[in-house]
């Protein structure tokens, strides 16, 4: 488990982490969203033992990560603007980096190479943006870390090769209890693989929940009322958000589904169904609670 608390990082005047507390479990995927310059590739630093915090701390199940050669072993760290060796080739950065990682699966290097169609010979100097990106994706998984962290990784890739990375980490979850943390400024990137989001605003943790925890008790009804009804009648329900359109009414109740579904059928509406909120749904309706605008805080 990795675990931050009362984190901090200054640069001169400007706090770009203040004071975080999260724990990051075992064998979940943990996505951090924020805004540029919101503080997620400073805390990613801070987790990989780039950069020393100020104050507080951030530990792997309990040790120190920064100056921590037994720590840092554990992970592998894919920045925003990867770093190549200047006019190398993925089969020399699979050299190098297999002296890093005693458990780099060499093998497996070669056949995700083939599979992303990326030349092991050709200078990485000349690959685009996305081809990059794949790359250090191939490098990192290969490590055979307990971690993976990943700034902005999905990035520059098309919906094929999104699908094709979230993929290879949900195998090696399954078959080797990896552990991704994704940094991104887009929700809708992270919606279908996260487990738990955390939200940075202004160097600090606006929101972190269990998706599922948040889903159990948010819902979406889209709903026609008898004649001369309108959604003040609905006594009962927790209503977060009303939008009307004709004569269809959709609702952002908090709640169980169960407990909605039955205090809807007790008001006898005309028509009503349950519809899946989209992570960006979710965040609205729960920043909106602590008095933010998420449209003003993420893309």
């Known amino acids: 488990m990795i675990e931050a608390k009362d984190l901090t990082k200054k640069f ?40 020393k915090p100020d104050g507080g701390s951030i530990r792997i199940d309990g040790e120190d990560i920064y100056e921590n050669v037994k720590a840092k072993s554990r992970f592998f760290y894919i920045s925003d603007d990867q770093y190549f060796f200047a006019n190398a080739t993925p089969e020399e950065m699979q050299k190098y980096y297999r002296i890093l990682y005693p458990k780099y699966d060499t093998q497996r290097f070669y056949r995700l190479l083939e599979s992303f169609d990326l030349d092991k010979r050709r200078k990485i100097g000349t690959f685009s943006k996305g081809m990059k990106k794949q790359l250090s994706v191939i490098l990192g998984i290969c490590a055979n870390t307990d971690y993976i962290f990943c700034d902005e990784t999905f990035d520059g890739l098309d919906p094929v090769m999104r699908q094709a990375v979230k993929s290879l980490f949900a195998n090696d979850m399954a078959e080797r209890n990896l552990t991704p943390i994704i940094a991104s400024h887009n929700l809708r990137e992270l919606e279908d693989i996260c487990d738990h989001v955390g939200l940075l605003h202004k160097g600090g943790i606006l929101l972190s929940k ?29 209503i977060a958000k009303t939008e009307t359109r004709g004569s269809l009414l959709t609702l952002t109740v908090r709640g169980t589904r169960e407990e909605i579904e039955d205090c809807m059928r007790s008001h006898e509406p005309l028509f009503f169904e349950t519809i899946p909120l989209s992570l960006e749904e979710i965040f609205i309706s729960e920043t909106e609670v602590a008095g933010y605008d998420i449209k003003k805080l993420i893309l």
């Open 12 to 51: 001169d005047d400007i706090v770009a982490v203040d004071h975080i507390n999260a724990r990051i479990r075992d064998g979940y995927v943990f996505g951090l969203i924020g805004t540029n310059g919101a503080g997620k590739s400073t805390f990613l630093r801070m987790a990989s033992g780039v950069l």
């Open 210 to 238: 269990d998706l599922d925890e948040m889903k159990l008790n948010i819902h979406k009804i889209q709903c026609v009322l008898r004649a001369g009804m309108k959604a003040e009648d609905l006594t009962g329900l927790d």
